[in-house]
């Protein structure tokens, strides 16, 4: 079993940053397939970015492409979404999602999830 909790989500003006962060137990964390997934209202939810156990590899959606970076750190078992350049489109809950064996962008090959953050991008 996996426990993710997110942290980091906030109001901030279009054009400005979050990082949030996802603390895992449970489970060895360095052997775990991490990704970002968020929903907007009335929306569903869809895929942001993974990455792959060791941290070397990662696939990032299009429509986040040069604003979303996505990081770990396997000694602090947190995974980390950096967003720059944050747009109104952007705001969403957003949630981090672990699973065992190679990245996935589909939200069903993905067996533990948080419980979301909120971020809200203002115009």
């Known amino acids: 079993q996996v426990q993710l909790v997110e942290s980091g989500g906030g109001l901030v003006q279009a054009g400005g940053s979050l990082r949030l962060s996802c603390a895992a137990s449970?489970?060895?964390?360095?052997?775990?397939?991490l990704g970002w997934f968020r929903q907007a209202p009335g929306k569903e939810r869809e895929f942001v970015v993974v990455?792959?156990?060791?941290?070397?590899?990662?696939v990032l959606a299009d429509s986040m492409k040069g604003r979303f970076t996505i990081s770990r750190d396997n000694t602090k078992n947190t995974v980390y979404l950096q967003m720059n350049n944050l747009k109104p489109e952007d705001t969403a809950v957003y949630y981090c999602?672990?699973?065992?064996?190679?990245?996935?962008?589909?939200?069903?090959?993905?067996?533990?999830w948080g419980q979301g953050t909120q971020v809200t991008v203002s115009s």
């Open positions: 449970g489970r060895t964390f360095s052997s775990l397939t």
């Open positions: 999602a672990a699973r065992d064996g190679g990245p996935s962008v589909r939200l069903k090959e993905y067996y533990y």
């Open positions: 990455i792959t156990p060791s941290g070397g590899s990662t």
